[in-house]
Nanobody, 125 residues
Framework: QGKLEESGGGLVQPGGSLTLVCTVS????????IGWFRQVPGKEREGVSC????????HYLDSVKGRFAMSRDDSQNIVYLQMNDLKPEDAAVYYC??????????????????WGQGTQVTVSS
């Protein structure tokens, strides 16, 4: 059993920064790749970044490479997503979830049973 809870969303101007936090309970990080996903109403959910359980490699959606950085603190069971130079197209509800597939080609949650409730990111002037 485990649980994920996101925080850190909010309203930011274009070019601004936010840090999302995913607090993990249980042993999820010991057994699963972990990812950040986002969804805009009317659009499909997309994988933003993930850390692979296999080799701890980190992977990013092309449109966020160089701007976003994902990290994890296993001592505190926390996963971070540092988002810099935010653009209006980054606005979405961001979710933390286990990633069924996590590599350079795909960030995919699949039928993950572990999802947070989401945190809203709004990018607007």
């Amino acid at each position: 059993q485990g649980k994920l809870e996101e925080s850190g969303g909010g309203l930011v101007q274009p070019g601004g920064s936010l840090t999302l936090v995913c607090t993990v309970s249980g042993r999820i990080l010991e057994f699963y790749s972990i990812g950040w996903f986002r969804q805009v109403p009317g659009k499909e959910r997309e994988g933003v970044s993930c850390i692979s359980i296999t080799d701890a490699s980190t992977h990013y959606l092309d449109s966020v490479k160089g701007r976003f950085a994902m990290s994890r603190d296993d001592s505190q069971n926390i996963v971070y997503l540092q988002m810099n130079d935010l653009k209006p197209e980054d606005a979405a509800v961001y979710y933390c979830a286990t990633a069924f597939l996590c590599d350079s080609d795909i960030i995919y949650a699949g039928d993950s049973e572990y999802w947070g409730q989401g945190t809203q990111v709004t990018v607007s002037s």
